[in-house]
């Protein structure tokens, strides 16, 4: 494929989201009987606004110089107390930041410890860990919709207050998913809403240059279809939902292509429907409908003419559900999500994970097909937001936007030239991809604040910060090369995920996911060889052998900043499921791809050969705060888990015994 350099396999947030958990209560939190003393409830009205992943750093040095007009006196107000670096969870990822966030519980309690998890397996055949995505489960149903779970455990804030008679307004925000019933106020599921394939989300990329083999290997989060044209005409099938009652069986639509009409383009027909595009060209929203019997499954997506010449090459966003006529809800109450695209005039995308970074990882699109796309859905976020301020009815706001996240690991490595992935072309064109996104926050904000009342309160938050990643390291290639992991035959490198060529009677600690380390532990895992006894010590063994490693092929860097102890971290009703280390790398380095899913490739450090080039996720919380700025001073160390109690003491609710956080405005702090 013409821009198809080379083809990724996985992205570890764009798993199929099939998986189950047996242990994630949920339930109405306990009140404290020893709550600090609740002060009298605001008469103003409290406005949260999130921003995924804005870096205190980056926030600083563009508002120093000038590029953040509205933000900037913000960082400087009353002495510097309206901003302060926030605190994320350890480790600082959205997954776990945001559970924090809503639920105001460490991961050691609401049990989200990274995207990926690890299951026990005991059944005798196959292996005995397999990695599952952690944050969202959907079970198949013999009819109907899979049922989803969030397996989070706990209650987020909002369902708290709007019980208690506080109407709440709650927008995008991530891993709200299913959203939650509610006496007072309306929410809308952020990330962790699935596409119609129950996904993360997928693409479609369909081209005549695609072979066989290229479509047996997708790149993560997406599917090619080869297509074949005669005279002018092809078809193909679109995949959607899995057959209810059938699964992984997938029901499809059929999509017929002619090209020619209009002139140097293509026309799409689905059903009676025709979309003509020309290179370029996007269409809007499409109505995609899948029959199964007398169920019908409805979808949206739109369609990118990438060329319609001797090669034909069109690609499909992620099947958003139809707002108007969701699968599953998607929203509280269910036809909220219709009053939605009502407001907005328009469909608008309801899968959670929002922008297409797999389809630029996969490069299938490019960096301007990529923004143009982002811009497209940020645009209707504020305008969701612009509609929720305009209303009387709600007393707090929530609302999130993840596109200050996406941009920064799709864009870093414009702004590094020492990235592997660094292109000098590119970074002229796109380098201040990630600066324009902080200014249309810096906009945002500027709006809000102007629509706020003088006894509002505003608190602009971000659950983590970001670094740069150049370099992954094969973790479980380095515990191999420790005499702590074995492979079959004594093998030295296993081309296979899934730890599928481990041999378990001879490994010690095998890692899964962004930075976590188990230990093979006896009576645990179904073939574990580590006693309890001498866990702690093969701990400490590895933690020593992390913090000293160095990478003599980028200068004898230090490759880890800092290895925790779960259990000296992760305490609480979940820490059952916490990883036994967690590892936080230094600037610049990662986890590797293959590590994530279980691989134990050759060679200890790889260069990152995706567009994905900045991360966090298995980076050190000390070093990896959010922000937080408020228009009131604020407490001098705020952490994310500290969100909560302030919304419950703001309004003047009891706060529940298992918060372990305060709140964040100086004047309620005891
Ligand atoms: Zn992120």
């Known amino acids: 494929m013409t821009r198809h350099t080379r083809l990724w396999r996985i992205a570890f947030p764009c798993l199929v989201l099939f998986a189950g958990c047996g242990s994630c209560g949920q339930g109405r939190a306990p009140v404290a009987d020893a709550a600090p003393a609740t002060p009298a409830a605001h008469t103003g009205r409290l406005v949260i606004l999130g921003f995924d992943g804005v870096d205190p750093r980056w926030l600083r040095r563009w508002a120093d110089e000038g590029k953040l007009p509205h933000l900037a006196p913000m960082l400087t107000e009353a002495g510097g107390t309206h901003f ?285 097909e990529f923004l143009r796309e982002m811009n497209a859905v940020e645009a209707d976020r504020r305008a969701m937001l612009d509609a929720a301020l305009g209303q009387d009815d709600w007393r707090m706001l929530a609302w999130v936007s993840t596109s200050t996240d996406r941009v920064s690991h799709m864009f870093y490595r414009l702004i590094d030239p020492e990235h592997p992935r660094y292109d000098a072309a590119l970074a002229a064109q796109y380098g201040d991809a990630i600066l324009n996104e902080y200014q249309r926050m810096d906009a945002t904000v500027a709006h809000v604040l102007d629509q706020l009342r003088p006894d509002d309160t505003l608190l602009i938050v971000s659950d983590h910060g970001f670094h740069d990643y150049r370099w992954g390291l094969h973790v479980n290639q380095w515990l191999r090369q420790q005499g702590l992991l074995t492979l079959r035959g004594g093998a030295e490198s296993s081309p296979r995920e899934f730890l599928l060529d481990v041999d378990w009677s001879q490994t010690k600690a095998y890692a899964l996911g962004t930075g976590q380390i188990y230990i093979n532990q006896r009576g645990r895992e179904r073939d574990g060889i580590v006693s309890a006894e001498d866990a702690p010590t093969l701990l400490q063994q590895i933690r020593t052998g992390l913090e000293a490693l160095t990478d003599e092929s980028h200068g004898g860097r230090s490759i880890v900043h800092h290895v925790y102890v779960g259990s000296e971290v992760f305490q609480g009703g979940r820490s059952g499921d916490a990883p036994d280390l967690q590892v936080a790398f230094e600037e610049y380095y990662r986890t590797s791809w293959e590590t994530i899913l279980g691989g134990v490739p050759a060679g200890l450090v790889a260069d990152n050969p995706r567009k994905w080039s900045g991360d966090h996720a298995a980076s050190d919380v000390r070093d990896t705060p959010g922000i937080l700025l408020s228009n009131r001073a604020l407490v001098a160390e705020p952490g994310i888990v500290d969100l909560a109690p302030t919304a419950m003491r703001f309004f003047g609710e009891p706060v529940p015994a298992n918060y372990v956080g305060q709140s964040v405005l100086a004047q309620e702090s005891p």
């Open 84 to 368: 302060r670096p926030l605190r994320s969870t350890n480790p600082p990822q959205s997954p776990v930041a945001w559970a924090s966030f809503s639920t105001g519980m460490n991961p050691g309690d609401h049990g989200i410890f990274d995207f990926i998890g690890r299951r026990l397996i005991s059944a005798p055949q196959g292996p005995p860990v397999l990695p599952f995505p952690a944050t969202t489960s959907f079970e198949p149903q013999p009819s109907g919709p899979p049922v989803a779970t969030n397996l989070r455990t706990g209650v987020p804030f909002w369902k708290t207050l709007s019980d208690g008679g506080v109407h709440v307004e709650v927008i995008n925000v991530p891993y709200s998913f299913p959203p939650d019933p509610m006496r007072n106020g309306v929410m809308l599921s952020g990330l962790g809403v699935p596409d119609v394939r129950e996904t993360n989300s997928t693409f479609v990329y369909v081209g005549t240059d695609i072979t066989p083999e290229h479509a047996a290997h997708p790149p993560g989060g997406g599917v090619l279809l080869p297509l074949r044209m005669e005279a002018g005409r092809g078809q193909f099938q679109l995949e959607g939902p899995t057959r209810p009652g059938h699964a992984p069986d997938r029901l499809s639509v059929s999509v017929d292509v002619r090209v020619g009409q209009p002139e140097g383009g293509l026309t799409l027909k689905i059903g009676q429907d025709e979309h003509p595009l020309t290179p370029g060209q996007m269409s809007d929203f499409v109505d995609l409908v899948f029959r199964e019997g007398t169920t019908e499954i409805h979808g949206i997506a739109q369609f990118l003419c990438l060329e319609a010449g001797a090669q034909v090459r069109v690609f499909v966003t992620p099947i958003s559900f139809d707002p108007r006529r969701p699968y599953s809800p998607i929203s509280y109450p269910n036809d909220y999500a219709a009053r939605v695209a009502q407001e907005l005039g328009h469909m608008y995308k309801t899968v959670g994970w929002d922008h297409d970074t797999s389809a630029l990882n996969g490069e299938v699109i490019d960096e301007g």
